[in-house]
């Protein structure tokens, strides 16, 4: 239990705006916080502010680390989803996850973007989409009409977190828009990867989503590393073998997307998806190198393939 401070609703909606998730508060709702900048604000929990909405009470929470990223080209990606959640008009649709296409009806994403999103409302798929505020002539909306987690994912960061989104219409594929390959081999070159999604920047005391998608290099290390990192650090997670793991190459920790970011290698001219980004080992701003995790697409090409193809 926590004794927070009752907020004004103006000082509420300057900090939902700055952040760029939700629209402007309403008086039906009310907002508590800590706003005094002494709290670390690596994520949205982390300076607890809560929005308490009439229907639904959303907690905002494990949002990813930013640094060192650059925009990308619009449409230099075209494999990159957006999952979106809302109950409109009341709610209007907003990002919660990333995802890749893998098929015209079919996109990849992580169990926990879907065990962490309201079972009710409206969740949808966007593609071609760069600005994440803004649809264009690109952006093709399409609803969800199933979920598949993975049956062994236990919830949080355990392994396993791998899901399947199953669309009502097919994904009409142009210039903008196409699906991406899986690597033939199992295993993953111990080189540099690339991630791609809409991060936010954790060196402010209000993180900001990146209204346009964003891309950066990482560095792919062993799991036999990621794991002495995690002693290093006395984190207690273990790193599984369906996992892999990148550090980055500055002090500060980076990780250009929030959950569901494809983290993909060039393979013979062409990009393969090898990891999902899932999670990270400490808060962001940390003073030693912090590795991040992502679920080790090689390891469920089996699991994925047989769900598809039903």
């Known amino acids: 239990m926590a004794i927070v401070p009752v907020i004004g609703n103006m000082n509420c909606a300057k900090v939902i705006m700055d952040i760029g998730l939700l629209e402007m508060n309403y008086d039906t709702q009310m907002c508590t916080g800590l706003l005094d900048g002494k709290i670390s604000a690596c994520s949205y929990m982390s300076y607890k502010l809560v929005i308490l909405v009439s229907l639904v009470s ?3 929470s ?3 680390r930013v640094e060192a990223i650059s925009d990308t080209i619009s449409g230099q990606f075209p494999y990159v989803a957006s999952m979106q959640w809302g109950m409109p008009p009341f709610i209007r649709l907003k990002h919660i996850c990333a995802g890749t296409i893998i098929k015209p009806d079919w996109i990849l994403t992580l169990g926990s973007c879907v065990t962490s999103s309201p079972n009710f409302g409206r ?6 989409i760069y600005d994440i505020l803004h649809s264009d002539e690109h952006t093709q909306t399409i609803d969800v009409e199933n979920f598949i987690i993975h049956e ?3 919830g949080g960061i355990a392994p396993n977190d791998i899901a399947l ?9 142009n210039e903008r828009v196409s699906p991406i390959d899986f690597p033939v081999q199992s295993n993953v070159s111990i080189e540099t990867a690339v991630l791609i999604g809409w991060g936010s920047a954790c060196n402010k005391f209000h993180p900001k989503l990146r209204q346009k998608l964003q891309t950066s290099t990482v560095s792919i290390i062993t799991n036999e590393k990621c794991q002495t990192y995690c002693r290093e650090i006395k984190d207690g997670s273990f790193i599984y073998d369906i996992q892999l793991c990148t ?3 500055k002090i500060l920790s980076t990780s250009p997307g929030d959950n569901g970011s494809p983290l993909v290698q060039n393979v013979m001219g062409k990009s393969v998806l090898i990891g999902i980004e899932s999670w990270n080992l400490t808060p962001c701003g940390s003073a030693i190198p912090s590795p991040t995790v992502y679920t080790r697409v090689t390891s469920f090409l089996n699991w994925i393939n047989s769900k598809i193809s039903v």
């Open 58 to 60: 959303i907690i905002f």
């Open 247 to 249: 550090i980055e190459q």
């Open 123 to 128: 969740t949808v798929i966007k593609v071609g």
């Open 152 to 154: 062994d994912y236990a």
């Open 62 to 64: 494990d949002l990813i």
């Open 165 to 173: 989104l199953k669309l009502k219409n097919r994904i009409i594929y």
